[in-house]
């Protein structure tokens, strides 16, 4: 069964850094989306698109992330410089459009120091 | 976020069933979704249902769907010690997902 692959699973960097993460989504699947899951709480959108293009990043703090997906297939999101409250699991979902079913990444869990 | 609520936790003895309750805020959502989370893991999509159904079946887990007063629940039969995880309903609307805070399932042996 296809799935999104996402690396690396754990990432442990200081406060001031740059850490960047990278997203697989499930062939054929136009839509990704990357979220922020604090401890505790459920996933809030950073970041989706629709191929390569942004089509919502009203939630993603651009003064610190970015994200990417240059080619409409893989994507990175990008923190710099990270701060302590940017410790959280970071999701990567996909789904064949933006009206059908989201499937999840395992995830990459940050600790910010 | 946007106030999809659920209960924080709940705890059942193994063979029992489990119902986790949600209560969404849009009646024009299209479809409703249950994930299901295990410690240090993603989520993985357990069963969803569209807006125009009341009851969706699927071998041990029925979603029961009450439109009126934007109600969703999760009942799992026979819940066993590999259900203990994390559930999570989620709300789509606007080609938007809305999860829940999550509801936390301890099975008791």
Redesign the interface.
């Known amino acids: 069964e296809a799935e999104?692959a996402?690396s690396p699973r754990y990432k442990i960097t200081e406060k001031s850094q740059a850490v960047a993460f990278w997203c697989d989504p499930i062939s054929g699947h136009a839509t990704l989306?990357w979220y922020r899951q604090i401890l505790?709480?459920?996933?809030?959108?950073l970041v989706?698109f629709q191929d390569e293009s942004v089509v919502?990043d009203s939630q993603l703090p651009k003064d610190r992330f970015s994200a990417e997906r240059l080619k409409g297939v893989d994507s990175t999101l990008k923190i710099q410089p990270a701060e302590l409250g940017d410790s959280a699991m970071y999701?990567c979902?996909s789904s064949l459009a933006?009206?059908y079913?989201?499937?999840?990444?395992?995830?990459t869990?940050l600790t910010v120091l | 976020?946007e106030d999809?609520e659920q209960s924080l936790f709940l705890s059942v003895r193994e063979g029992d069933s489990s119902v986790i309750n949600c209560t969404y805020t849009d009646s024009s959502s299209?479809?409703l979704?249950w994930?299901k989370q295990e410690p240090?893991?993603?989520?993985?999509?357990l069963t969803?249902i569209f807006s125009n159904m009341d009851m969706k079946q699927d071998q041990r887990l029925t979603v029961l769907l009450n439109k009126k007063d934007k109600h969703l629940s999760l009942r799992i039969a026979d819940t066993q010690t590999g259900d203990s995880a994390i559930y999570?309903c989620?709300e789509?609307k606007a080609?938007?997902?809305y999860?829940?805070?999550?509801t936390s399932l301890t099975v008791i042996p």
């Open positions: 999104v996402q989306y505790g709480q459920g996933p809030e959108l989706q919502d999701l979902a933006s009206d079913t989201q499937y999840f990444g395992p995830g869990r | 976020g999809v299209t479809y979704y994930y240090g893991a993603g989520l993985q999509l969803y999570f989620a789509r080609n938007q997902f999860f829940g805070t999550g």
